[in-house]
């Protein structure tokens, strides 16, 4: 696919399907090429494994390296060859009629393709991924080639306006998440096209949706003039998307406020921060490499006098498995140190401890102190 265009930093919808489409064609020309000269068309994927996974600083995200892998088509492999180019042909019907579907949806819509036919839905899962892994290197993802998650995208609240489409009309929506009383803007499953008006100084990006809440109900993105993402956990594609694609578009700082324990730090803020290892095909796409650790770091259980759970053994392994193992965190001196510090420690806390203090405390003395003193942010 030497001769496909990659897609265009701030590419419109159309030229995003374009390239898209093209990509997928040129493939598909590839191999019948090959089957006409009579040789064995293959098809190459990048190997997603930590083995093949690297971290630069410069860079700022978990990278996929060179190793590749090919499926040629033989007796074995038919069906599986087979259930790629559907899946792909499936994909750019899908772009041209300007529809999209759910993995669920995709995995049902093969039970037409005959003997070609999914018998499980992982296994569509799987094909899925590697075509968005062929193509990312042309700045495909999965939701250019029109599937969805089904999964939450992430709530929002503050001083910004959402400039949506209206599918029908084509004319702008402006949405404003100041405006809506104890909800939130909930981020949709695709946000590509959308745009953003805002003159907040940061973003803050939040674990738990108790939290969340207690600080929107505060309006404390009036106060300090920022806006809030509820990340409910692990950030979904959609989140981390939209939080790269806003703070891009508006030139402001990402900040992560987690628990304090290793999933805390190891999967939710790694994830937001630099991908993950098996989707380092994508990570360049989805991670926001600009974001910082607020809080809650060990020393603020020290310095806030915070209760405590204790670490189990689950928490002490994936624990010393980030420094022992993951490129991001061995890189990362003031993360080794802060770990350690917990390990050592023997306890974890919670975003919500602070309320220990009173039920104010987190939005009104904790949180602006630590705005105050960005030294103490971890990377």
């Known amino acids: 696919m030497s001769k496909t265009p990659k897609k265009k930093p701030g590419a419109t919808r159309a030229e995003l399907d374009a390239v898209t489409i093209e990509s997928i064609e040129e493939l598909a020309r590839d191999i019948h090429?090959?089957?006409?000269?009579?040789?064995?068309?293959?098809?190459?994927?990048?190997?997603?494994?930590?083995?093949?996974?690297s971290y630069d600083s410069?860079?700022?995200?978990?990278?996929?390296?060179d190793a590749t892998s090919e499926r040629t088509l033989t007796v074995n492999t038919?069906?599986?060859?087979?259930?790629?180019?559907?899946?792909?042909?499936?994909?750019?019907?899908?772009?041209?009629q300007d529809l999209r579907s759910t993995k669920r949806e995709a995995y049902y819509v093969s039970k037409n393709w005959e003997e070609a036919r999914f018998?499980?839905?992982?296994?569509?899962?799987?094909?899925?991924?590697?075509?968005?892994?062929?193509?990312?290197?042309?700045?495909?993802?999965?939701?250019?080639?029109?599937?969805?998650?089904?999964?939450?995208?992430?709530?929002?609240?503050?001083?910004?306006?959402?400039?949506?489409?209206?599918?029908?009309?084509?004319?702008?929506?402006?949405?404003?998440?100041?405006?809506?009383?104890?909800?939130?803007?909930?981020?949709?499953?695709?946000?590509e096209h959308l745009r953003f008006q805002t003159s907040a100084k940061f973003?803050?990006?939040?674990?738990?949706?108790?939290?969340?809440?207690?600080?929107?109900?505060?309006?404390?993105?009036?106060?300090?003039?920022?806006?809030?993402?509820?990340?409910?956990?692990v950030p979904s594609r959609a989140c981390r998307r939209f939080v790269r694609k806003l703070s891009e578009q508006a030139g402001i700082p990402v900040l992560a406020f987690t628990d304090c324990d290793p999933y805390g730090f190891a999967n939710i803020y790694r994830t937001l921060k630099v991908?993950?290892?098996?989707?380092?095909?994508?990570?360049?796409?989805?991670?926001?490499?600009?974001?910082?650790?607020?809080?809650?770091?060990?020393?603020?259980?020290?310095?806030?006098?915070?209760?405590?759970?204790?670490?189990?053994?689950?928490?002490?392994?994936?624990?010393?498995?980030?420094?022992?193992?993951?490129?991001?965190?061995?890189?990362?001196?003031?993360?080794?140190k802060a770990i350690e510090q917990l390990i050592d420690a023997g306890h974890r806390a919670e975003q919500q401890a602070f309320a220990k203090h009173g039920l104010d405390y987190v939005h009104d003395v904790y949180l602006p102190e630590k705005l105050a003193n960005p030294k103490t942010f971890l990377p």
């Open 78 to 96: 038919a069906k599986s060859f087979a259930q790629t180019l559907l899946l792909m042909e499936f994909a750019r019907a899908q772009i041209r």
């Open 58 to 65: 410069d860079v700022g995200y978990l990278q996929i390296g």
């Open 119 to 191: 018998d499980e839905q992982p296994e569509s899962d799987t094909v899925l991924d590697d075509i968005e892994a062929m193509f990312a290197a042309r700045g495909v993802t999965r939701e250019q080639l029109r599937f969805i998650a089904e999964e939450h995208g992430g709530a929002v609240a503050g001083e910004l306006v959402v400039v949506d489409r209206d599918p029908e009309t084509q004319r702008d929506v402006f949405i404003d998440c100041t405006g809506f009383a104890s909800g939130s803007y909930s981020i949709p499953t695709d946000v």
């Open 203 to 233: 973003i803050l990006c939040i674990e738990t949706g108790g939290s969340f809440d207690r600080l929107h109900r505060a309006k404390f993105w009036r106060t300090h003039k920022c806006i809030l993402v509820s990340m409910s956990g």
């Open 275 to 336: 991908g993950s290892g098996n989707a380092a095909h994508i990570n360049q796409f989805f991670c926001v490499p600009e974001a910082r650790f607020l809080g809650v770091t060990p020393q603020d259980i020290v310095d806030y006098k915070l209760p405590t759970h204790p670490l189990q053994e689950v928490d002490v392994k994936r624990g010393r498995d980030a420094i022992k193992n993951d490129p991001f965190f061995g890189s990362h001196k003031a993360w080794v």
């Open 33 to 53: 090429r090959k089957i006409r000269s009579g040789a064995k068309p293959a098809l190459s994927f990048p190997v997603r494994s930590l083995g093949n996974v």
